[in-house]
């Protein structure tokens, strides 16, 4: 059984994400905290401004420990979101990787541009099945 | 059932007709820890996943260790290129983007295959790719997307001439292009075997009947009054259709348009060439022409006025080819531009 991609989703969008889906996302590394539960799992949080609104998410690292810190820098996390106590969301990462340095408004473009095609072809696509 | 090392291995296109390979073989355990390693490398690309078949070497593994006993690589001494050294090093760099981990960035390049009902990508090619700032999946996302959008969606405009190929109106025109060249290549073959440096279409046409079988059947509008031509006629239609596909490519052209229909070699005609040859000669001297060389079509227009006003532009070229193969002449700036190689020069 293949796992689900990781689809690209902004961080402003991860906590209208269904809990067990597989999703890629981004942010600088804020801080690194251990985790309550188990106190020799670290949590990372990933965090982004948008439209003046920080976005935290937390990441869960055990798959990818140990992996080399760097306060500040731009990750990129591909994992599996999980739903914890209260309204949080966690995302449970496979992949962890330090991109400080990326150009993240053209990441953006490129995720919207291609959000958009996607879509098109969908809805192009169903409406050939109509007619 | 297993090749042995070092034996050369089957290309994987005929795997498929050893039955072995689609059946589920009974193996001893002990064989199948010493098989040859495959990696089934799931690749994910944010729209999807799919396996790939990685095969790797059993060699990697022998040069591995031999590789990383050696690892810390000594500078040599002597300088300059070695290519021992220098080979080692390819070899690890080899190694090394071959050996994978989770999360690594990967290009695969390879054929789509079903496989027990899962697609799989058979991989041909593949490494890992070092992508510090995400710099190179960006942009393939976008490149993928416009070609997507300016390629792959827009469906395939064949041209007029090929549109109707898989029609009985297509088959005759593939068939009456391929005895067209046929027939250029016999009349061209006999002329230079001859040294012939004119003819007339009398001298050449009869070579052509031999060809008359393989024509095209004409179309079904025709049908009634084409039965009773006869295979002269034919044999003229092809001669004209011939004959102008020649003069369009410059091989031969019509020095004189008269009732006499005497048709001039390209190649054989000397005195075209030494006119050309001259009017370069002379122009190149010239200031106006020095720096860039003079231009075919002023070469054709001295041409024209001097020799023969029915020279084509593919006339001249195919003589200025064949000075600047005989080192007369030379291009300067582009294929249009020639000079007159002196000896100075």
Known sequence: MLPEPGVFHFPWEISSVQEGAAVRTYGRLRDLIASIRNPEVSEAVLSSQHL??????TVHTAFVEPFLPSLHSHYIVLGDVERTEGD????RARVLNCVDGINLALLQQAIVEQRRYLQERDEHASHLKIY | MQTEQGEHEPSSLLWGLDPVLSSFAKLYVKDILRMRESSQIPVDDGTGVINCLCWKDEKWRENTDAVNSGATLQVSNKGGFNPVEQLKKLKLAQKLSAQLEIGDLLRVRGSVKTSREQREIMACSYYKVNDPVMEVQISWMMEVLHLYRDFYDKPFLFTKSVQ????????DLLRSLSVLRRASRLLMSFIREKGL????????????????SCAPSCSTTQQESTVAQSSSKQVHHLFRDVIKALQDEGLVFRKVISQDEVYQVTEQDKELRRVTKDIVREDSGREKYA????HVLHILSCVRQTYSRNVSKSVIEMVLRCLERDSEIFSTIDQNHYKYI????
């Open chain 1, 52 to 57: 003046s609104v920080q976005y935290d998410i």
């Open chain 2, 342 to 345: 002196s000896v100075t020069d």
């Open chain 2, 197 to 212: 440096g004119s003819f007339r279409p009398k001298d050449v046409q009869h070579l052509l009947m031999p060809l008359l």
């Open chain 2, 164 to 171: 109707h190929l898989d029609t009985a109106e297509g088959d």
């Open chain 1, 88 to 91: 949080g969301v966690m995302v």
């Open chain 2, 291 to 294: 720096e860039k060389g003079c």
